[in-house]
Antibody, heavy 124, light 107 residues
């Protein structure tokens, strides 16, 4: 079974940092691009960041550029999201999602498998 | 950034109804358009990719159409498990963007 499991979500104060993890199983982790997508009840789904199968191509939403860093360790079948300078606008349920494509360049990118999400709350 | 606008934002329908949701892009996304279904408390689920390709295992009552800036998702006969929120997403240009969602509710 293809599976993604997120962890690391927490209640943090504004300005602090947090690192999310996403562990993959049931597929060749190093063959696929993987993304972070967040969900809030008010705004719906927002694509946050994506990384190609080998880590060579990385992209971010404007709202997190310069504050968040995506990375992956294919040996551990894990994806990470380092989140710095967190603000209230970052409060969301964060999902990792597997791309059917190996890269993140323009094209067909079905996000065919999603984890269950990890909750980040930024509040004092 | 490419803006994705869905209409309607919500709709009420009955089991067996035919439902169509529209997604418009602020500029052409060619056929790089996906549709997802999200039920309350659940992760999004891929339904349609490349505008009209049905993901394996998704019921054939779901269909997608369109190219460029205008797309539709149609459910030919609404089933009880289809009451959820549906999102379109473009992957033609980074940053990828989603529509605001269309909530399908029971009439």
């Amino acid at each position: 079974e293809v599976k993604l499991v997120e962890s690391g979500g927490d209640l943090v104060q504004p300005g602090r940092s947090l690192r999310l993890s996403c562990d993959g199983s049931g597929f060749n982790f190093d063959d696929y691009a993987i993304h972070w997508v967040r969900h809030t009840p008010g705004k719906g789904l927002e694509w946050v960041s994506g990384i190609s199968y080998n880590g060579d191509n990385i992209a971010y939403a404007d709202s997190v550029k310069g504050r968040f860093t995506i990375s992956r360790d294919n040996g551990k079948k894990s994806l990470y999201l380092q989140m710095n300078s967190l603000g209230a606008g970052d409060t969301a349920l964060y999902y990792c999602a597997k791309d059917e494509n190996h890269d993140i360049l323009t094209g067909v990118h079905p996000l065919d498998t999603w984890g269950q999400g990890t909750l980040v709350i930024v509040s004092s | 950034d490419i803006q994705m606008t869905q209409s309607p934002s919500s709709l009420s329908a009955s089991v067996g109804d035919r439902v169509t949701i529209t997604c418009r892009a602020s500029e052409s996304v060619r056929s790089y358009l996906n549709w997802y279904q999200q039920s309350p408390g659940k992760a999004p689920k891929l339904l349609i990719y490349a505008a009209s390709a049905l993901k394996s295992g998704v019921p054939s009552r779901f269909s997608g159409n369109g190219f460029g800036t205008e797309f539709t998702l149609t459910i030919s006969s609404l089933q009880p498990e289809d009451f959820a929120t549906f999102y379109c997403q473009q992957t033609a240009s980074i940053p990828w963007t989603f529509g605001q969602g269309t909530k399908v509710e029971l009439k």
